[in-house]
Structures are given as C-alpha cells and as structure tokens.
C-alpha cells in the first residue's frame, strides 16, 4: 500500500507541531522519519494511526482519500503503530496482549487461548519476532515486548508499520535483531516508517529519510548522504558530534564507595531471575574532583541500582558510600541532594520530573523551601520566576512559556529541565544516568557540554550509559560493569573489543588493572603495579573470581509453572523446560567454553 500525506497541519495553541507536511510512503520500503525532540515526528504519526485529528491536509491511501477518526479505521486500512512507550498489559501474557482489542474484529474471543497463542508462535516464526506466547508481559525485557507490540500489529494485518524511536530502548544487539525483522517484513512487501533521531540507524536501515526540523519537511535524502549533512538538516546548524575535552586534573577523592551490596527491587525480575537478587554484588571505587568516570555495561547489571543506591532511592544492603568526608551509606534523597549531589535519572518521567507541574516550578523542584526562593513558610514566586526565565534560556528549553506542564515538552527539552536543575546550584557530584537517553544530536551535544563543564569546575562525575559512544565522549576512567561488579577500569582509549569483553564478563588474566590508584596519575597498564590495597574490595589486579558457574539447585530456567485452573491443553506437548525465548543464549556461559560473547546477559 503507497500511502500519501499531503499538507498536513496540526496546531497546538499556537505552536504549530506538524506544518504543511507532504510525505510519500511506498510500499516495500523502509521510510525513515529523521528530527530532532520535539519536531513534530510522533504528532504526524499519531495522525496517521487516528490518534490526533489533524487541523488540515489529506491522507491517500493507493490514490483514495482515507478518513482517519480513530485507531480503529486506521487498523482497518491496515496501518500499524508501534509507540515510543509501549501500550502492553503487564499482566497479561504475551498471546493476550496481542490479541487484547481485537475480538470485535475477528471470532478470536479472549478465550480462546489456544488459538492466540498458535497464532502468535505462527507469526513469531514466520518473521523471526521470538517471543514465548505464555510469558507475562511485565516480565519481558524492553527489546521482546517491542516484538510483541510488532506481533499485535502484524496480527492484524498491517501492510505500513509505523514504529516510533523503536531503537531507543535496545542495545545494539537488540536493534540489530530488530534491523533484520524490519528487513524481513519490507521484502514481505510491507511499509514501514523508521522515526529516528540517531544519523548511523537511519543510514543503515532506511531506503528514504525525511527530515523533520520545527513541524516541517526540510529535506529527503538518500541513506548514503553523510551525517554531517542529515545532522546539519536536522538541527539547522551544523553541529559538533564529538564535543572537545581536556585532560582531566582529578582531585580530591569526593566519592567513596566500599563493598556495596543492594538487592534489586521487585520489579526489576526478569525470567529466571525473579526471586531477590544482588543487583549490586560488592561494589568498590573512587571517584576525585574534576573526573568523569563512566560507568559501561549491558543493561541490566545492576548500574541502574547503582545509582538509584547511590541516591539513597534503594536501600543498601551492606557495605558504605561516603561523599567527601561524610558517611551518607544511609541518608534520604534530599539529604545527599543537600550534601551536594545532583542526579539524573535514568527515567526522567517517574523520578526527574513532576509532570503536571509547570516547567519553573519543575526548576526549583529541591530547592523551592530555601532561600532565595523562600523566606520562611513563604515562596519567593517572583524570584522563582525570574530565575526560571533565566534558565530557560540558558539551556535553550523550548518551551511555550515557563507556565506550561513540563510534560508537554518534548523529550530533550524535560531533560534539559532536570540539567538545568541539577547543575544550576553546586554540586560536589553529579550523578548521571543515562542523560542523553532518546535525545537528538543538537540536545545530545548541549548535554555533553554541560556535563564536562560540570567536571571542570571541579565536580566529581559518575556517568552511567549503555552507549559506548557516549561512553567514550567523556569518560576519563571506564568502569565496566558486569552482574553487579566492575570486570575492570580501563583509560579512555581502550579498543572496543576489549570494553565488549569485559562487558560480557571476560576479565582477561593478562590486562590488570587497578581501579584507582591513590595518586591522581594512572599506574601504567600491564605493568601490574600493585593495586591499592584500599579500598579492599576495589577491582584489585585481574579481577579474582571466574565466572560465577550456575549456581547449585537454582536450574536454570525453569519452564513456567502452568497456569493455574488451565488443564494442559491435549494437543500441543507441555514442553518441558522451554526457554522463554527460543534461540536466545542463555544467560550464563556453559561451563564448557562456550563461544564467550554468548554470556552477554539480556537487558532488562
Ligand atoms: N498534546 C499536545 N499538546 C501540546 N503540545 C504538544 C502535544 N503533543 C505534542 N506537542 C508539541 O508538539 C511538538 C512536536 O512534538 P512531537 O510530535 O512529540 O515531536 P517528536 O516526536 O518529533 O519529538 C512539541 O513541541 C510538543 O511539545
Ligand atoms: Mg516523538
């Protein structure tokens, strides 16, 4: 199916989201939406799937107009969506979620759950989309309920296949499963539209890029064109990719953290591993004044309990943290922010923002009931105010005023709300956890700037990200961390095949290395200079432990119970056993040496 957008316009207030778009899409394509946040990429789409009405414009289907009112005619003209945040029914399972809605249009019927789930294993192999139909979805890892949102649209029979910053979430293992069954559904003579903000996905998935900038078209190109052009496209200016640093002159020690053990919170259970697990496993490290150390790893071993420990979010089970020369192992969040540290968080929406609020109040969100922005009992709105226009400014939000609620903003934008936040007072550390997470390049480079201004003027930071190239942008120590430990520190320039190793768990016998030393200067690597035997649980020289073989009685991945008050059904055999995902590696290596990037541990 060709489908063609024409003029189309939509207005909020008087911001103009989508202004005047053409856009061809041409069946068995990958039509790739390229912009920055906030360019009006999700508000297009949400017109093509009935979402949003648009304020003028066409759509054609095949030559025909098409009237859009809701998702529901959407679907019926076979167009498909797969959003930003998943719409899935945690608790249900996989065959009921992608069946959810659909018992109108077809004599399924809810109970019917032996056909949904010979239907979902039909298509699943059909495009290589593995996913087990009987697991419950909140247990799945982002990348399978992103397949699972895929099944629900191809159960019914989309033909364009819209998926919204579909890589955000992955790793780059994920989205390159993800690459082949996008490939795979084009040659089945699908459309699909690809939006994206990252230059290296687009060039290598799409057959077309449309740039988006400020609601409108500003350019098609072809996947060949180079990134300095499709970035300069899309932030209407060209823009540095790689943003300068100097050498860092670390300091005092401002962050110290001895044998820290947090047990991860209920919710992070994945699979196998949903009884209480270690998601921190005696953790030790450093970090001085005046140094960026980055923190790599697939996620899911444990960095995203580092910080939230770190932050006094989770309760640590035993070892200590102390920041400069205070022991804060046991303080509330608004103490350690007090103490100095700023924090951003992994998911900004839950704990970097109060949505509803407006975007000045969001500014002051730590700092409100404390001069200058109070004096006694009483708030200081003028003050706060004025100070909130300044911000704005200075980090370049854009927004409609400062009045509005911070959740209309765009993704970039929220996140330079929390910057702006968080370094606008003085931090002795800065926590940052995944900061660029889902931003453009524009916003992406605004970031990295702050941040290693942040560091010149003498903040300790920790930087958490599962992306290697941000990784690399700042970090002047690389911690790498794997199930809950660092596998080594390694200096900035370290090849990437080695920082792939130690992030699968592979500490190599010949590359030692200290995680610290007590002098600002870096012990020569190789040379096994001794590690500092302080603090004692510090990545010492050739991490000591092997690989954690399975551990006794814990079998390693128990085929799920079967559901209670359901008989096993006659036709299909119980399988015994069945991994969740068929094909998946398992989580651990074999004790025989097995090919050893196979241990890499699934994101949760
Ligand atoms: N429901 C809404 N109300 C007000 N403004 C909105 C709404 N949805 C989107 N916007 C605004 O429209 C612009 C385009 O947003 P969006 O389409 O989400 O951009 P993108 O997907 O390219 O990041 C942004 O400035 C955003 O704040
Ligand atoms: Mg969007």
């Known amino acids: 199916m060709n489908l063609e957008l024409q003029g189309i316009t939509k207005r909020f207030g008087s911001l103009v989201a989508n202004d005047h778009i053409d856009l061809s899409i041409a069946t068995g394509t990958i039509h790739a939406l390229l912009g920055e946040n906030g360019a009006g990429k999700t508000t297009l789409m949400n017109i093509l799937y009935g979402l949003t009405q648009p304020d003028e414009g066409t759509i054609l289907a095949d030559g025909q107009p098409l009237t859009i009112h809701s998702p529901k005619n959407a679907i019926a003209a076979r167009i498909g969506m797969v959003h930003q945040h998943f719409m899935l029914v945690p608790v249900f399972t996989v065959a009921e979620n992608v069946t959810l809605g659909d018992e109108e249009t077809r004599p399924l019927g809810l109970l019917d759950r032996r056909r949904m789930r010979r239907k979902v294993r039909e298509l699943s192999e059909r495009y290589g989309l593995r996913v087990d139909p009987d697991a419950l979805t909140g247990d799945l890892p982002v990348g399978v309920q992103q397949r699972v949102e895929i099944l629900k649209a191809l159960v019914r029979d989309a033909q364009v296949l819209i998926l919204d910053e579909p890589t955000a979430v992955l790793t780059p293992g994920e989205t390159e499963d993800l690459f082949r069954i996008m490939r795979e559904l084009r040659e089945s003579g699908r459309a699909i539209v690809f939006i994206s903000h990252k230059l290296k996905e687009v060039q290598a998935i799409a057959d077309t890029i449309t740039v988006l900038r400020r609601g409108r078209v500003v350019g098609e190109r072809p996947p060949a064109t180079s990134e300095d052009e499709l970035a300069a496209l899309m932030v209407g200016r060209s823009v540095q990719l790689r943003v300068a640093k100097t050498i860092a002159k670390p300091g005092r020690v401002v962050l110290e953290v001895r044998d820290l053990v947090v047990a991860s919170g209920a919710s992070v259970a994945v699979g196998a591993e949903e009884h209480a697990h270690v998601a921190v496993n005696g953790l030790s490290f450093r970090v001085r004044a005046g140094e960026i150390v980055g923190v790599a790893g697939v996620q899911g071993n444990g960095q995203t309990e580092l910080c939230e420990a770190l932050m006094g979010l989770l309760p640590v089970t035993s070892g200590s943290v102390r920041l400069e020369d205070r022991d804060i192992t046991g303080a509330a969040p608004r103490d350690r922010l007090r103490a100095g540290i700023g924090y951003i968080p992994e998911d900004r929406q839950q704990d970097g923002l109060v949505g509803p609020f407006p975007v000045y109040e969001n500014l002051v969100l730590d700092t409100y009931n404390r001069p200058p922005f109070a004096s006694g009992p009483a708030l200081k709105l003028d003050?706060?105010?004025?100070?909130?226009?300044?911000?704005?400014?200075?980090?370049?939000?854009?927004?409609?005023?400062?009045?509005?609620?911070?959740?209309?903003?765009?993704?970039?934008?929220?996140?330079?709300?929390?910057?702006?936040?968080e370094v606008g007072r003085d931090v002795k550390l800065l926590l940052a956890s995944q900061p660029t997470r889902g931003l453009d390049v524009g916003s992406i480079e605004f970031v990295h700037r702050r941040i290693i201004e942040e560091r010149d003027k003498g903040a300790a930071v920790v930087l958490v990200s599962s992306e290697l190239d941000e990784i690399y942008a700042l970090s002047d120590r690389i911690g790498i961390m794997y199930e809950g430990r660092f596998t080594g520190f390694r200096p900035p320039d370290v090849p990437v095949e080695e920082l792939g190793l130690l992030m699968a768990g592979i500490v190599g016998a010949d590359v030692p290395e200290s995680g610290e030393t007590d002098s600002p200067e870096r012990t020569s690597r190789g040379a096994a200079a001794p590690a500092e035997p302080d603090p004692p649980g510090a990545t010492g020289p050739a991490d000591p432990e092997p690989p954690e073989p399975p551990e006794p009685g814990e079998p390693p991945e128990p085929g799920e119970p079967p559901e209670p008050g359901e008989p096993p059904e006659p036709g299909e055999p119980p399988e015994p056993g069945e991994p969740p995902e068929p094909g998946e590696p398992p989580e651990r290596a074999g004790p025989d040496g097995d090919d050893p990037t196979r241990t890499l541990r699934k994101p949760t």
């Open 383 to 421: 003050v706060i105010r004025t100070t909130a226009e300044q911000r704005v400014a200075e980090f370049d939000i854009r927004a409609q005023s400062i009045s509005v609620p911070v959740e209309t903003l765009s993704g970039g934008n929220q996140q330079k709300v929390i910057l702006a936040r």
